[in-house]
């Protein structure tokens, strides 16, 4: 069955760092997106950031030039590295595949990732 497990989430101070990996638990390389979400309390999950298959990387406005998707298939593994975060970073973060069509060639990516997996999430709270 698939399945996604996130790690890395922490508490950090304001203009800090942080990693968070997620392990795709050997499809990685059957997958046309991988992707990473948010939910701070109270509010809805939001888009962050996701890498295809053909390579194609897309970030939310208010991430971008500060996180940094990657994926290692090797390790199954997409990671996201984040710069100087802010107060309103802080959220659960959460790890999304999009399952490759059984039919799909690839590369498969067409402009549409369907999030079909999802990671149970990490905790990541920054300070002011």
């Known amino acids: 069955q698939a399945q996604l497990v996130e790690s890395g989430g922490d508490s950090v101070q304001a203009g800090g760092s942080l990693g968070l990996s997620c392990v795709a638990s050997?499809?990685?390389?059957?997958?046309?997106?991988m992707g990473w979400f948010r939910q701070a309390p109270g509010k809805e999950r939001d888009f962050i950031s996701f890498?295809?298959?053909?390579?194609?990387?897309r970030y939310a406005n208010s991430v971008k030039g500060r996180f940094t998707i990657s994926q290692d298939n090797a390790k199954n593994t997409v990671y996201l590295h984040m710069n100087s975060l802010e107060p309103e970073d802080t959220a659960m973060y959460y790890c999304?595949?999009?399952?490759?069509?059984?039919?799909?060639?690839?590369?498969?990516?067409?402009?549409?990732?369907?999030?079909?997996?999802w990671g149970q999430g990490t905790q990541v709270t920054v300070s002011s």
């Open positions: 999304a595949a999009a399952p490759r069509p059984p039919a799909g060639s690839f590369p498969s990516y067409r402009g549409h990732c369907a999030w079909g997996v």
């Open positions: 050997g499809f990685i390389s059957l997958t046309t997106c």
């Open positions: 890498i295809s298959d053909d390579g194609t990387t």
